[in-house]
């Protein structure tokens, strides 16, 4: 399961809490993203990233918060101010030059905010 | 704004039938349609996309077709296998833009 990488697996916080969740890639991609997945609903896009120190909004971007300061590696923060936080969260990369490629995923992280 | 439809939500089907997913989008700029299985407690993984240049594709007992003008394209799986069982999810993009809108998903349960 190399490749991208996401920590932990599993992740418990209060309500209140700023949570920050981990995903690195080792696959020289430029292109980074975030997703949320829920029950009975595809996957949401969070926050996306094409080039390192530049990244845009999704879909879902509220309450959330991203960086991405090295190619490899791109933190995503679960803020106080996200409403209902519980979820499992992806992190998929992918190349990019022009046309759209694979986009690979992590094996995600499932937060519980009680 | 962009959406992409996907039906059935469940499909159950006997081992060796064939399973057909069918998804829509909003986005006439679309341009290519990947599909995606994710088996339960697992990441989500490619299993066949398609361009907005050819109107079909096949891989094995996959396939994928794609009709530009209804704006609609599906997943065709032939002679179902009880690992074919998963949450299938089609997803729609623009070339350039990197950014794939999913469909809500299908769970598909093959019986034995």
């Known amino acids: 399961d190399g490749g991208i990488t996401q920590s932990p697996k599993y992740l418990f916080r209060k309500e209140g809490q700023n949570v920050t969740l981990s995903c690195e890639q080792n696959?020289?991609?430029?292109?980074m993203y975030w997703y949320r997945q829920d029950p009975g609903q595809g996957l949401r896009l969070i926050y996306y990233?094409?080039?390192?120190?530049?990244?845009q909004k999704g879909d879902i971007a509220e309450g959330y918060s991203v960086s991405r300061e090295k190619k490899e590696s791109f933190p995503l923060t679960v803020t106080s101010a996200q409403k209902n936080p519980t979820a499992f969260y992806l992190c998929?990369?992918?190349?990019?030059?022009?046309?759209?490629?694979?986009?690979?995923f992590g094996p995600g992280t499932r937060l519980t905010v009680t | 704004g962009e959406n992409v439809e996907q039906h059935p939500s469940t499909l159950s089907v006997q081992e060796g039938d064939s399973a057909v997913i069918k998804c829509t989008y909003s986005?006439?700029?679309?341009?290519?349609f990947p599909w995606y299985k994710q088996e339960l407690g697992k990441r989500p993984q490619l299993i066949i996309d398609?361009?907005?240049?050819?109107g079909e594709k096949k891989d094995q007992r996959i396939a994928v077709t794609l009709n530009k003008t209804a704006k609609h394209f599906s997943l065709h799986i032939t002679e179902t296998q009880p690992e074919d069982s998963a949450v299938y999810f089609c997803?729609?993009?623009?070339?350039?833009?990197?950014?794939?809108?999913f469909g809500s998903g299908t769970r598909l349960l093959v019986r034995p």
């Open positions: 998929a990369s992918s190349r990019t030059g022009g046309f759209n490629y694979e986009q690979y």
């Open positions: 696959l020289n991609h430029d292109a």
């Open positions: 990233s094409q080039i390192v120190n530049d990244f």
């Open positions: 986005d006439s700029a679309s341009n290519y």
């Open positions: 398609i361009r907005s240049n050819v």
């Open positions: 997803a729609a993009s623009r070339d350039s833009s990197y950014k794939l809108i």
